[in-house]
């Protein structure tokens, strides 16, 4: 009895594990590495330069529309939140023109993959921050372009 007991639990944890095994073996096949860990497109330096153009004149974007904003419609208690998110504006429109020039002067993906990661770190802080002071429509919309800008460097950098 005690034997079919156990033929039974490892009968049940087979089947409860087969589809988790599978889905892992899929997503294997579906993401290959090529070129750098992570990576689901070859490194083209020229393509990737002409991403950290578009990025950085995003943000330039996103920060003088940000400039634009009343201060009157900054609410009590938010200022804080406000500062922090101009200073990672700022701080952003630095990384991303540094970024655009390293690229263009033929930095690697190693060289350039730290600025990358802290841009994301910026980009997730701005949003949250953006979140909390409930900023105007048009400025949403120019962080959203700023982020799809962001993403499209997903293909070289993960």
Known sequence: ???????????????AFAPAVALADQHEKAAPVIGTP????????EKVATLAD?????????RRT????????VQTGQETSWMRFEDNLRILANET???ARQL?????HDETLQRYQRMGMLVRDI???????????????????ARVALDKFDAYYR
């Not at 992570?38 to 330096?45: I, K, L």
């Not at 949003?127 to 372009?145: F, W």
């Open 38 to 45: 992570g990576a689901t497109a070859e490194w083209d330096q």
């Open 66 to 73: 940000a400039r634009n904003v009343p201060r009157a419609g």
């Open 97 to 99: 023109k540094t970024m």
């Open 1 to 15: 009895m005690h034997a079919v007991r156990i033929a039974a639990w490892i009968l049940t944890a087979t089947l």
């Open 54 to 62: 578009e990025l950085a004149q995003a943000v330039v974007d996103v």
């Open 127 to 145: 949003q949250e921050n953006a979140r909390r002071i409930g900023i105007p429509k048009d400025l949403q919309e120019k962080l959203d372009i």
């Open 104 to 108: 263009h002067e033929g930095r690697t």
